[in-house]
């Protein structure tokens, strides 16, 4: 019987530590239609019609404050030493910079996210043209990174949409007179300074080329306490293939 108790606590102690990702931050991360749209491969509407000109929620990601080398780095590390491991790195072994695919079997449930979809319509809607069905870019999402989170699927999209609302970036940046344009440019400093001003915390920005390789707002990364509760200053800074000047081209 002692025995039998001991492994039942085992067991349980082994499962709570392996299934509690260990992570720093979130990312919310947005993207501007109108430069998701504005490139050489185009997109694609989805099966709820065309969205508003509205950042649209791209993920909710969590994210190491640190990259970790790959276990087979590490390995060819202490095994082969330091210049061998730098080869290795370079044939394409990536560190680790985020935790991803966490429970394959933890796939999304229409009927747990039911009261959230039209809301998940107008605020995470695909531009992608693979599938054009939203369901298909929350699923995904979701497998890729929520089942990292620590967060139960209603509560993932529940959280990612209220912080989204909370810190609506379109009326930030129409605040600041950043507003759609074809035609105008926008300093990336007053992209980043509107941001800032507006949410209170610093944020990371990526830009995309449109079709004649200018540079444009694409993405907006939010960073997030690891509780889902409140923003905080971005810990890292990214490549993001932004120039001095910016577009915000109209949706
Ligand atoms: C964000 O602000 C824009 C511009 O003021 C507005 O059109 C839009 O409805 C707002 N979005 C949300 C989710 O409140």
Known sequence: ????????????????????????????????????????????????????ADFGIHGLWPNYAKCRGSQLQGLARAVLGEDAAALFSAVGRRGRCWPEYCND???????????????????????????????????????????????????????????KAAHNLTAILAGAGIVPSNTETYSLSSVGDAIAQGTGFTANLECNRDADGEAQLFQVYLCVDRE????????????????????????
């Open 228 to 251: 889902v509760k409140q923003l905080i200053d971005c810990p890292l800074s990214m490549r993001s293939k932004c120039t001095d000047r910016v577009k915000l081209p109209v949706f």
């Open 105 to 163: 079997g933890n796939t999304l449930s229409p009927w747990e996210i039911r009261d959230l979809v039209a809301s998940l319509d107008r605020n995470w809607p695909t531009l992608s043209c693979k599938s054009g069905r939203s369901f298909e870019f929350w699923s995904y999402e979701w497998k890729k990174h929520g089942t990292c989170s620590n967060l139960e699927q209603h509560e993932y999209f529940a959280r990612a949409l209220e912080l």
């Open 1 to 52: 019987m002692k025995i039998a108790i001991a492994f039942v606590l085992l067991f349980s102690l082994l499962a709570v530590s392996s299934t509690a990702e260990k992570f720093d931050f979130f990312y919310l991360v947005q993207q501007w239609p109108g430069s998701f749209c504005d490139t050489r491969q185009g997109c694609c509407f989805p099966d709820a019609g065309k969205p508003a």
